[in-house]
């Protein structure tokens, strides 16, 4: 079963595009939400992070949205350029959900084409 | 800013034959996650150690064993290796949260990773 789903697997967009990739969660015991972008052989690179007390979060380009009653989450990242391509990953943890293990979305490639 | 340190990065091994993978984290951090990655796949999550006691287990095989040092680095024992334990194996360290304090203790910073190769 897997607790976080992550879409669309894979996604195109022209530079300085907005790219939105989204995360659903099932686990309401889940309290953190972080999103790591992960360059092929690199280990995740923690992007940005949320929590459910808040329904926005920006840093520089990137945007996390945060609906709690929909348990949805999605990352937005504004004017995107060629250096953002990766696979980017969704996860979810919680003292509530047993530990503060991370549990991953399956993962987003997103190619950002000149 | 120090980051999780890793090693060895690339690890070439026989089958049925044993590895250790070492992990260093970020100074004054207390605890460790150990994450594997398959080709194309998410991070599993294997186990975690706080304080130098073990804090929580997921995936990991019997043939596993892991262990926290008084200096707080880790390290991945995987012994009677098979084809299907190759993957990026990935550290993770961060900071506990205190009671009574707003911290972040769930957010985790990962090493760059260690790549074994099982022949």
């Known amino acids: 079963q897997q607790q976080v789903k992550q879409s669309p697997q894979s996604l195109i967009v022209q530079k300085g595009g907005i790219s939105i990739i989204n995360c659903a969660y099932e686990n309401t015991a889940f309290d953190y939400f972080p999103w790591y972008q992960q360059f092929p052989g690199k280990g995740p690179a923690l992007l940005i992070a949320?929590?459910?007390?808040?329904s926005e979060k920006k840093e520089g380009r990137f945007t996390i949205s945060f609906n709690k009653s929909a348990k949805q989450f999605s990352l937005h990242i504004m004017d995107s350029q060629p250096g953002d391509s990766a696979t980017y990953f969704c996860?979810?943890?919680?003292?509530?959900?047993?530990?503060?293990?991370?549990?991953f979305g399956k993962g987003t490639k997103l190619s950002v084409i000149p | 800013a120090a980051g999780v340190i890793q090693s060895p990065r690339h690890l070439i091994k026989e089958k049925r034959e044993t590895a250790t993978l070492k992990c260093y984290p970020i100074?004054?951090?207390?605890?460790v996650y150990w994450y594997q990655q398959g080709p194309g796949q998410d991070p599993q999550f294997l186990i975690s150690f706080y304080e130098k006691m073990q804090s929580d287990k997921g995936s990991i095989p019997d043939r596993f064993s892991a262990q926290q040092f008084s200096d707080y680095h880790s390290e991945l024992n995987m012994s009677s290796l098979e084809l299907g334990d190759s993957a990026l194996y990935f550290c993770?360290?961060?900071?506990?949260?205190?009671?009574?304090?707003?911290?972040?203790?769930?957010?985790?910073?990962f090493g760059p990773g260690t790549r074994l190769t099982v022949l």
């Open positions: 949320i929590r459910p007390d808040v």
């Open positions: 100074p004054r951090h207390d605890t």
């Open positions: 996860a979810a943890s919680g003292a509530g959900a047993g530990s503060y293990q991370l549990t």
């Open positions: 993770a360290s961060s900071l506990a949260l205190k009671t009574g304090t707003s911290g972040s203790g769930d957010t985790q910073y």
